[in-house]
């Protein structure tokens, strides 16, 4: 039984760790598939985690605090989108600037709004995403087996853990069988074809980044306002970057990137409960080691020594039409 | 990579002065509009800024100390850039150069200093070279990206020495993850103590001899990208690749050469963190100067010329920027950070904006006298 339960919460755990890096790698899947290099997830994701607390916290409402963080995170996508479709400026150098414009907003604006050193005050319990109970999960939850996993898997997450998981399968939708989704593929491939076809190479990218924009605000809220109470500097942590290498991992396509967020949060939930645990035959493996294991692993796909990660043809290339 | 456009004819000054300057400009008034926002005065805040940098010999001192940490990262950005190449992973590569500098250090630091410190430079650069040099090769070829490659390598190098601090060099009996203090030996000297020894008193501050070798590095830099055959390889990989190997030069070479030097002068910034102003292991000393080399480097169009204004201007941004904190409790050194992402998304994400148009109007301005 200790064996279920370990595994268990070990599962609820990668579920709650995996959401922001859901909704941020698929964030980055809509930039990048439209052909607009995007390293600035981790900016926009910590520019919502902000905005969202700010909000709630002023407002007290959860879903105001969302808004708030959906429309930081569009604002920041727009920015770059300005940036690298209009004036067809370095992709990276771009997402960078924004990274290291919020990494540094975020404190100032917590300092002069609210008086509190590099964070914001506590979100009360009422502005926030809890978490859902579902129906009979307390009553369940002493059932071996099914109990636990209705009580502990199923039911308990805030809100937009099922709303990430909700998005994938719509998402995957989208790019693939819409006519949107199409055009976006296109256009991250092929932008001459598109162009040629009448439609605006400039207006598919401001579009996809809209998209990404209010992903990654929703996954910024979720670290803010669902998972913490408030907002802390570089709270986001690398979660950006993580997000874009299981975006890499994924090879630009929704299901395996889905995998390659579930494991990279696997890992990072295995981590937590091995800390100074001994195993036998292996000794303690030192947390270190499993927290680099999934920055060893896409460093050691885009090498091609596992498998091949060939990203969109015309990503990071701004489009010139021709005259 | 970077788009230096079509030739012009405009004037240098307006290329290398005019254009950044105003980029700059652009960058300061945003940030003073931000500054107004939350309730200060941001002529009173420049002021204050510029007094707490300048203002007095320890002042100097300190913001002299930043600048040579820029110096390197700045260098260390501009030289990949030269062979078309983005350098992200600086902060890596100058933790990595720490770890190489403490080594040295923690184990021969008994021996006499005219020794242990070229060892220790050397030693940083090497292992600076070596973290930007994995990431070169796996782009030269494997044909991954150096942008994701070198962030993932960020990471990597925090993990790894995250894992040696805390599980090998960690001083016995200590709670903080640091190594034991180094013997005497391995002690950049501070440059108040080297103009005591002539008997000149200046403001104690970090400032160490680690600014010599910038200054050489800035030297060097210049001479062997405009002067020597390794130099033009890598900007004409740089410029044109296909055309480059039409000239008989071999990219991947060029572009692993350009990643190692790189990544020893990233290296350098251990140097004057850990045996110039720490003399012991630990956590994080590299407070992201690596990023900020991003800014020096797209600001001073990649010229050591330009990478020294800007690295010095960084410097008074820093040591300016958290003096300002003690007057201005609401404007803190993050203000400063807000200003780097300005000037990296002015001088280098928009800079077709305003470049293009003003060297048009130049141009035209050239052809007209001319004519």
Redesign the interface.
């Known amino acids: 039984m200790e064996a279920v339960t370990w595994i268990v919460l070990v599962i609820d755990a990668t579920l709650r760790v995996s959401t922001p890096l859901i909704l941020a790698a698929f964030a980055g899947m809509f930039a990048e598939r439209s052909g607009v290099?995007d390293?600035g997830l981790e900016g926009k994701m910590l520019g919502a985690a902000f905005a969202a607390a700010a909000a709630a916290f002023a407002t007290g409402s959860a879903w105001l605090g969302l808004l708030a963080g959906m429309g930081a995170s569009v604002g920041l996508a727009m920015?770059h989108a300005?940036?690298?479709v209009t004036?067809?400026?370095?992709?990276?150098?771009?997402g960078?600037?924004?990274?290291?414009?919020?990494?540094?907003?975020g404190?100032?604006?917590s300092?002069?709004?609210f008086g509190q050193?590099?964070h914001t005050p506590i979100v009360a319990d009422t502005a926030r995403f809890r978490p859902i109970h579902f129906p009979f999960a307390d009553r369940l939850s002493d059932v071996p087996f099914i109990g636990q996993i209705y009580s502990e898997i199923v039911s308990g997450h805030n809100l937009i853990v099922y709303i990430a998981l909700g998005m994938v399968p719509l998402a995957a939708w989208f790019i693939y069988k819409t006519r949107f989704g199409l055009r976006l593929r296109a256009v991250g491939e092929a932008p001459e074809a598109v162009d040629t076809a009448g439609i605006s190479v400039a207006g598919m990218r401001y579009r996809a980044m809209i998209v990404c924009g209010i992903l990654c605000g929703v996954a910024g809220t979720s670290l803010s306002i669902a998972q913490n109470a408030l907002f802390v500097?570089d709270m986001s942590a690398?979660m950006g970057?993580l997000a874009?290498?299981a975006l890499?991992f994924g090879k630009w396509r929704p299901v395996p990137t889905l995998f390659a967020c579930f494991l990279f949060a696997f890992a990072d939930a295995v981590q937590a409960r091995l800390q100074g645990v001994d195993i036998p035959g292996v000794g303690i493996i030192?947390v270190?080691?499993i927290?680099?294991l999934p920055?060893?692993l896409?460093?050691l796909l885009?090498?091609?020594?596992v498998g091949k990660a060939v990203?969109p043809k015309a990503s990071g290339v701004p489009y010139v039409k021709e005259r | 990579m970077k788009g230096f456009g079509g030739p012009t004819q405009a004037p240098t000054w307006v290329t290398h002065g005019l254009v950044p300057l105003i980029n700059l400009g652009l960058a300061l008034v945003i940030a003073g509009i931000i500054i107004a926002l939350i309730g200060e005065n941001p002529f009173e805040a420049l002021r204050l800024l510029v007094l707490g940098a300048v203002g007095y010999p320890e002042a100097i001192g300190y913001t002299l100390y930043y600048t040579t940490n820029f110096v390197f990262t700045g260098l260390a950005v501009a030289i990949a850039f030269h062979c078309g190449l983005f350098n992200i992973g600086g902060e890596g590569q100058a933790y990595l150069g720490g770890l190489g500098a403490g080594l040295i250090g923690l184990y021969l630091g008994h021996w006499p200093a005219p020794v242990v410190i070229p060892l220790a430079i050397a030693c940083a650069m090497a292992f600076g070279a070596f973290w930007a040099f994995i990431p070169g090769w796996l782009q030269a070829k494997r044909g991954s990206h150096i942008v994701i490659t070198t962030i993932m390598f960020n990471f990597l190098a925090a993990a790894l020495m995250t894992y040696l601090l805390v599980e090998i060099f960690i001083k016995p009996g200590q709670q903080a993850a640091e190594s034991r203090t180094f013997e005497a030996g391995a002690w950049l000297p501070f440059v108040h103590d080297v103009f005591a020894a002539f008997g000149a008193n200046i403001g104690r501050s970090s400032l160490n001899l680690s600014i010599v070798v910038a200054a050489v590095c800035l030297v060097l830099f210049w001479f062997f990208v405009w002067r020597t055959r390794w130099g033009y390889e890598i900007r004409a990989v740089g410029h044109n690749e296909s055309a480059a190997v039409y000239g008989g030069i071999a990219p991947d070479r060029a572009i692993m050469l350009a990643m190692a030097i790189s990544g020893g002068l990233a290296g350098l910034v251990g140097v004057n963190e850990i045996i110039g102003v720490h003399h012991r292991l630990l956590l994080e000393f590299t407070a992201g100067y690596g990023f900020v080399g991003i800014a020096v480097a797209l600001m001073g169009r990649n010229h050591p010329a330009g990478i020294l204004l800007a690295a010095l201007l960084f410097g008074i941004l820093y040591q300016g920027g958290s003096e300002l904190a003690f007057d201005m409790p609401n404007v803190t050194r993050d203000m400063v950070v807000v200003l780097q992402g300005l000037v990296i998304l002015f001088s280098g994400a928009l800079e077709h904006m305003f470049r293009g148009r003003i060297e048009r109007l130049f141009a035209r301005r050239a052809r007209a006298v001319a004519a």
């Open positions: 290099v390293i920015i300005f940036a690298c004036h067809r400026g370095d992709q990276v150098v771009s960078m600037a924004l990274n290291i414009l919020v990494a540094g907003l404190p100032v604006l300092l002069a709004w050193g590099g500097r690398g970057y874009l290498a890499i030192p270190q080691a927290q680099a920055y060893l896409t460093v885009l090498a091609g020594f990203p």
